[in-house]
């Protein structure tokens, strides 16, 4: 008598990967220039934003269909980038402040789910002894980096100029930490896998 072995086939973590990339270029996009406005800059702007969006619903339902039961937080913050994303393209020729406003609030959007999402992760891990904690770290760090960038485009503490100057900075800040926190999941879905 043989036993069958169940495949699981290999996630697609590169569009997890692709995600990151979307948040660094949209750092990298407000960098240039960042106290002029454009609608290509904000199209650009939405359109990688719900780039982001879709490869992480499509790694969300790729998931579901295997039958883990964490893609729900892919799903969430899939459908943050994309509502977020088609405002951005919705307000292409609106004067700048609109453009703020909106990734000012999808930035306190994103703080606020990864907030949740880092108890949930580390009330998980209380419960598995061997589960790594710098999951956890990651997490809050992309907390505290999305409610800086957050507080620099809405509160512009230091001048409209000077505060729209370092934003940029932190989304590509952001991008390296989610690229750090993929990673990490990767490899807790290969080690409980295996």
Request: aromatic fraction near 12%; glycine fraction near 10%.
């Amino acid at each position: 008598m043989t036993m069958k072995t169940l495949h699981h086939p290999a996630q697609p973590w590169w569009l997890m990967h692709l995600h990151n990339v979307c948040y660094a270029l949209m750092g990298v996009a407000l960098l240039i220039h960042p106290t002029e406005t454009s609608p290509l800059r904000t199209g650009l702007l939405g359109g990688l934003l719900l780039l982001a969006g879709i490869c992480t619903l499509t790694l969300g339902m790729h998931r579901r269909q295997r039958g883990d039961t964490d893609n729900l937080w892919f799903i969430l913050s899939s459908g943050r980038d994309i509502i977020f994303g088609i405002w951005l393209l919705a307000v292409m020729n609106q004067p700048m402040g609109a453009m703020i406003n909106t990734i000012g609030l999808w930035a306190i959007i994103y703080a606020f789910l990864q907030a949740i999402e880092a108890n949930f992760y580390f009330l998980g891990t209380r419960a598995n002894e061997d589960k790594d904690y710098w999951v956890e770290v990651i997490h809050f760090a992309c907390v505290f980096i999305a409610g800086g960038f957050a507080f620099l485009l809405i509160m512009r503490p230091d001048g409209l100029t000077a505060s729209l100057g370092y934003v940029g900075l932190f989304l590509v800040g952001l991008g390296l930490v989610q690229e750090l926190l993929t990673r990490m999941l990767q490899l807790d879905a290969t080690r409980y896998v295996n």
